[in-house]
């Protein structure tokens, strides 16, 4: 795959067990963040060897936070991706610091000059995925989920929404919007698709977590109902998710209705987010 051979390049000098276990972390996965890179560049005329740098950068990211949401004092996690997680395959030093690289590293690709040749929209990139990787994105999701597992009332639809659209939603919609930004173009468009998306992606998480198999999945599955936690799924139903993920997934489409057939590519990987089994 084009983002893994360019992370792998990338990385190849790291000779040293953190090194080793930035490649292990990386490897593997659906890359769903890095297609939104190189599509919506496409759609705004970046070239994929310009858009790779970005795309590998949120790779890392969220390579990066995978590897901590695995820790002990996190989720406990054994497997990811069908394989040990780092701090099982390693120790947890490792993981912590395996971690820390791969975030200074996604900041260190997204501003390559290499990707963006803008120099402002370049600040750009570097600035809003420090907002969607921090305290106001991914970080504020995962410390409300975090709350969410002790709190004496079960987080509310609107709650949780707000929980999903930080710890999973952000990342993904900085990814659909990187390539308007490059270009600088209006990321609006894209922005309304990937917010749509994210949800949908996170409700189907919900519900592989109650009908997948977890050797096709390569994690642990019923960790939300094993820790007490609202699901979308435990406040839709199982078929009331199915079908709120397929209403965002028909928004998500709309969205993209001003690329006109160019953008069909990201409304079948909208379709796809829905009716995967891992």
């Known amino acids: 795959m084009l983002v893994q051979d360019h992370l792998r390049d990338v990385m190849a000098p790291f000779a040293s067990p953190v090194g080793d276990a930035m490649r292990h972390a990386c490897a593997g996965g659906k890359h769903m963040r890095a297609f939104l890179v190189l599509e919506g560049a496409a759609l705004h005329g970046i070239s994929p060897d310009h858009a790779i740098w970005p795309a590998g950068g949120i790779e890392a990211m969220h390579a990066y936070s995978l590897v901590h949401d695995d820790l002990p004092c996190m989720d406990d996690d054994d497997l990811r991706r069908g394989q040990p997680t780092v701090h099982r395959k390693w120790d947890e030093a490792t993981a912590v610091l395996t971690g820390d690289a791969l975030q200074a590293l996604a900041f260190e690709l997204v501003a390559d000059p290499r990707g963006c040749r803008d120099a402002q929209a370049r ?9 969607a990787a921090g305290v106001r994105g991914m970080v504020g999701g995962q410390a409300m989920d975090i709350a969410a597992e002790g709190a004496a009332t079960p987080l509310t639809l609107d709650q949780i ?12 919609e900085w990814s659909a919007c990187a390539g308007p930004r490059m270009a600088g173009a209006d990321p609006a468009p894209l922005r309304h698709y990937a917010q749509a998306l994210g949800l949908a992606f996170q409700i189907a998480d919900d519900i592989l977590d109650v009908t997948g198999d977890e050797a096709r999945a390569g994690k642990r599955l019923n960790k939300d109902a094993e820790a007490g936690k609202a699901t979308f799924v435990s406040l839709l139903g199982l078929e009331g998710a199915r079908a709120r993920a397929a209403t965002l997934t028909d928004q998500a489409c709309a969205a993209l209705d001003c690329y006109g057939a160019q953008a069909e590519t990201l409304r079948q990987a909208a379709r796809f987010v829905i009716s995967r089994d891992s």
């Open 123 to 131: 600040a750009a990139l570097v600035t809003t995925l420090a907002q």
């Open 161 to 172: 929404t707000t929980l999903q659209a930080g710890k999973t939603g952000a990342l993904i």
